[in-house]
């Protein structure tokens, strides 16, 4: 029986009898740390600045040979054996990132290839730090319309290969990692009850990486004037995130007619502490429900909320049948919210 007490909005389209539940997540991040006091020797910073700052103490930096492919399968092979499925039973497979392993093909085809999930179509998804979210809602659909029964989304990243070494204002606060979702359709429970994306392209300068497309295609020029590195107004996307999160949570609670006492935890995408203390406090959260973890990984962008997730699972802090909240913002600018029953 699933809960009456829950409303689910996608009971009102012709799903009936469908959920999009996901069946297990897993995650992996490099063995390599690097800490405030490793940065204090690169860059004009202290632990201190970082710490008070942004909350992140330390970071997760892939091997040179390790690649955002090789991260996205280790992910993705946790998350199959928790939920015990045959890679060869994955049908899609949706790859979030804006560090791809090349510009094409595809890094969800690589991981097709190292995963053995040899049925499954894939292709990648680039919404920056909101990838996560986007893939959850393009692979429901494909769950809910009965096209597919196991969609696999992975968020994966190797920001330390375009985040600018010498540029103190953004290299302190990107990590590398991943996480996956298996996703498929299970009784006995609302699943993905709800997702809302939103972008707006009018804002689009303040986080971008400017080189290496059609626009400033790389040439000793672009490498010399350092464009195929992130770029970052940092406090107009504080004030960006914290305005957009707060906004998609909202619509997604309504959506499902809940106050947000009824959320077990609150994932917000791992960018900042001030950000995450902004988004509970206008929320009216309580500090216990808002999960964070950049302490350790600082931001991992598209594999952000997806590295939370498993880590709030494993550690107890979500049990089925709780109310998860997962709230993303990254440059588009993009964001979204998904209220999911675990
Ligand atoms: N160490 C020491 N000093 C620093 C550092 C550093 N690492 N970085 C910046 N500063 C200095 C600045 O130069 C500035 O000095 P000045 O006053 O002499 O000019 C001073 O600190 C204050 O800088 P602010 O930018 O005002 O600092 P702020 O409190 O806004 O914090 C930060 C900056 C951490 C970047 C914050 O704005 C932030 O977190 N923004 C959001 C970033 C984010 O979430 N980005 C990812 C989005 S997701 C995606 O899609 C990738």
Redesign the pocket.
Known sequence: MTNPAIKNPRAEHDFVGRTCSISAVGSYVPEKVLTNAD?EKL????DD??TS??GIRERRIAADDEYTSDMATRAAQRALERAEVDPADVELIILAT?TPDMPFPATACLVQEKIGAHNAAAFDVEA???GFVYGLEIGQQFIMSRTYDTVLVIGAEK?SSIVDWED???????GDGAGAAVLQNRENTHGLLTACMGADGRKASI?SQPGGGCLHPATSQSVSDRLHY?K?D?????KN?VTAMTTAAREALARCELEIDRIKCIIP?Q??M??LNAVGDRLGAREDQVFSNLQRYG?T?AA?VAIALDEAVEQGQVERGDLILLLV??????WGAAVIEW
């Open positions: 940065l860059v004009d910073t202290t600045w970082i700052r942004t804006i920056a730090c909101s920001l103190r204002n953004t290299c302190v606060l990107f986080l992130l970052m940092g406090q107009e996307v504080f995130a995408h960018a900042n001030r950000i931001n962008s952000s913002f990254g440059a588009g600018l993009t």
